[in-house]
């Protein structure tokens, strides 16, 4: 009972994105129920909602709280709109602003989800990625997202190929968890009281030697803009995955299944996905026959989204190397060009589902 | 009487004790043995 009524109202207060001492980095697993209450806590239903999931990209790593790409993105498209950004480090589109997507589409609600989407491998999972496949879980048992049989299919062979006790540990959890509410319970605890796990990142905090104990509520977003000196320095790793994207596999039929598990057809029109390219830096080492295929395999890939049936936009501004962390992480600079690039595109999709 | 009465409360309070324990657990078996870490730049 705690657990249910303490995860009824939001308590992220300032939310802007998933800082790294609320997040699954530092043991801290958001439930479905806080998702939900941070969500109607944040949106409202006279306006149009932009669901922002997907990587590291989407979360703004690289980019301090000050200078988040979405904040840029909300100024951009005004007042008519309100961007929430639920994107987690190493995530998919088939993340939790999906499944709260979901639920508010379920309710009528004006709500468009942005995603970025692989352009090169294979990376889309109705579940996430392995540390997040229980949130899915979470949110299927509570009636957020629909168990219709493709997802279900594709879950549970993708599971059980991956781990087979994992896929039994995380539904009898869910199960669990949806009458007894204990990660409810405790995830509420761990933001507003105490937090019983001791995490590197918070040992290593300055606040006092308790650090690991104390509420995450406590910590906020310390993370910077990224030093963009050291952008250069890993240039041999960096060129091998591009290499390896540019010789890998182009997407093929495999994705139509991941996909039409992943977004639920009714959702379809309601997603936007993203696809931009690297930073300079890296790709003008690449010979022009290398840099042909790379351009290609960006557009195939565009065409092969929209050929399933989601708006994907290619973002290929005029990026400078400052305009990137790394290899593929947005800078500062690089986080507003992102934002501006893609907020016509937003109010278009907005204008197409009749919300404008 | 009292006898009676603190047995009943100690009872109770293990009952507690005990449930509190089994839920902490639930929590924690189902979190990553191994830390997440996202290496970027």
């Not at chain 1, 290593?204 to 910077?224: H, L, Q």
Request: hydrophobic share 40%.
């Amino acid at each position: 009972m705690a657990g249910w009524r303490m995860t009824t109202e939001n308590i992220f207060a300032n939310f802007s994105r998933f800082h790294l001492f609320i997040s699954p980095e530092a043991q801290y697993f958001p439930t479905s129920r806080q998702l939900m209450a941070l969500t109607r806590g944040t949106v409202s239903k006279n306006k149009i909602i932009v669901l922002i999931g997907g990587s590291s990209v989407m979360r703004g790593t690289g980019q301090g709280p000050d200078d988040l790409w979405s904040t840029v993105l909300q100024k951009e498209l005004g007042d008519k709109y309100q961007v929430l950004n639920l994107a987690l480090n190493g995530g998919n589109a088939g993340g939790q602003a999906l499944y709260m997507t979901e639920a508010l589409a379920a309710e009528e609600y004006k709500v468009i989800f942005i995603s970025d989407a692989e352009p090169f491998t294979f990376g889309l999972l109705p579940n996430n990625v392995k540390i997040y496949s229980g949130m899915f879980f979470d949110a299927l048992e509570r009636g957020y997202i629909k168990p219709f049989p493709e997802r279900i299919d594709y879950v549970t062979k993708v599971s059980y190929a991956q781990d087979p006790g994992m896929l039994s540990e995380h539904q009898l959890k869910a199960m669990l968890n949806s009458q007894l509410n204990f990660d409810d319970l405790w995830a509420y605890l761990g933001y507003q009281h105490f937090f019983t796990i001791w995490t590197q990142f918070t040992a290593n905090s300055s606040f006092s030697y308790d650090a690991p104990w104390k509420p995450r509520k406590v910590y906020g977003d310390t993370e910077i803009n990224c030093d963009l000196s050291r952008n250069r320095l890993f240039l041999k790793e960096e060129m091998k995955i591009i290499r390896d994207a540019i010789n890998a596999a182009p997407l093929e039929n495999d994705i139509d299944e991941a996909l039409s598990a992943t977004i639920p057809s009714a959702l379809k029109d309601n997603t936007l996905f993203i696809i931009k390219s690297y930073s300079p830096f890296y790709l003008r080492n690449l010979s022009v026959e290398e840099r042909g295929i790379f351009d290609n395999k960006l557009l195939l890939a565009q065409k092969k989204y929209e050929s399933l049936g989601i708006s994907t936009v290619l973002v290929l501004p005029n990026f400078k190397t400052k305009d990137f962390c790394d290899r593929n992480h947005l800078s500062e600079s690089g986080g507003k060009i992102f934002a501006k690039t893609i907020a016509p595109y937003v109010t278009k999709k907005a204008r197409e589902l009749g919300y404008e | 009487m009292s006898k009676k009465i603190l047995m009943n409360l100690v009872s109770f309070a293990l009952g507690v004790s005990v449930g509190i324990v089994i839920h902490y657990y639930l929590y924690r078996i189902g979190l990553p043995l191994q830390p997440f870490i996202y290496q970027a730049f």
